[in-house]
């Protein structure tokens, strides 16, 4: 009898706070059922896991981490599209975030993996700009999420050659596009032809940000020129291409280090 196969995003656990981002789900979540109750199975799409309580049983490994060693806060998983599992909690409520995406079509199955280094910052953001999330936040978490995937995704499953042609001109289209309402980095990697994780790789090897961070910077940027005009900051929001005003003061201070309100009265 085959195992069960999880649809995209379901999990065995109840969700307390979840966000959708340009393909990418990100939830934090509560184990429901006890190790006895949870049986093999997979998922129709790939997923991060990081536990936050002690207790965590996977198949994941790396050359430190022996097999079937019980995993504790911190611990970072990968299962790929269809893997088979069944990764649970010693005792029912363990927290963990999860992290779910349809990977590119040319991605192997490969076998689970206990992740560290730079996947382990990224996904740690996820857990504070999941937490705190407002309307407009979407291209914060899509960002850290293509970082994600990045660090498990091989340049030969992303069709990558050595010096893309594209690169140059999703620089351009960032540059034109950030003030269009709902842009993200999918779409920016459909218009040259690559996958998103694709484009964040080789962005970030070659301008040393993501592409998720250039468009932020790209808005704000166009939002510092349209201050000295005398709008007031509603519209000038609206018109930057942000969700809503508090969007745009979240955003802007992060970049700037100050807020709309302030950076306008330094030159007046």
């Not at 340049?155 to 289209?173: F, V, Y």
């Not at 745009?248 to 009265?265: E, H, K, N, Q, V």
């Amino acid at each position: 009898m085959a195992s069960p196969s999880l649809a995209s995003g379901e999990f065995f656990g109840v969700q307390t706070r979840g966000v959708m981002a340009h393909g990418y789900k990100v939830d934090l979540r509560i184990a429901t059922l006890p190790p006895e109750q949870v049986h093999a199975h997979s998922h129709e799409d790939a997923h991060f896991v990081l536990a936050l309580d002690s207790g965590y049983r996977s198949l994941a490994y790396d050359p430190l981490t022996p097999r079937n060693q019980t995993f504790g806060p911190g611990a970072l998983v990968w299962n790929p599209a269809g893997v088979e599992h069944r990764d649970c909690f010693d005792v029912a409520g363990g927290r963990f975030l999860s992290v779910s995406f349809m990977p590119p079509a040319g991605a192997r199955c490969g076998d689970p993996l206990r992740l560290r280094g730079a996947a382990e910052v990224a996904v740690r953001r996820l857990v504070g700009a999941t937490a705190r999330f407002a309307v407009g936040d979407e291209m914060i978490i899509e960002g850290l999420a293509l970082d994600l995937a990045a660090t498990v995704l091989s340049p030969d499953e992303l069709n990558e050659d050595p010096a893309p042609e594209w690169l140059q001109r999703a620089q351009e289209l960032i540059d034109d596009m950030a003030a269009q309402p709902g842009i993200e980095v999918q779409s920016i990697a459909a218009e040259v032809g690559v996958h998103p994780v694709s484009l964040a790789r080789r962005y970030r090897r070659h301008y040393r940000q993501s592409p998720a961070a250039a468009i932020r910077q790209a808005r704000a940027d166009r939002a510092a020129g349209m201050m000295a005009r005398g709008s007031d900051l509603a519209s000038l929001a609206a018109d930057a291409g942000y969700a809503d005003q508090s969007h745009m003061t979240r955003d802007f201070t992060s970049i700037y280090g100050l807020t709309p309100a302030r950076y306008r009265a330094l030159f007046r």
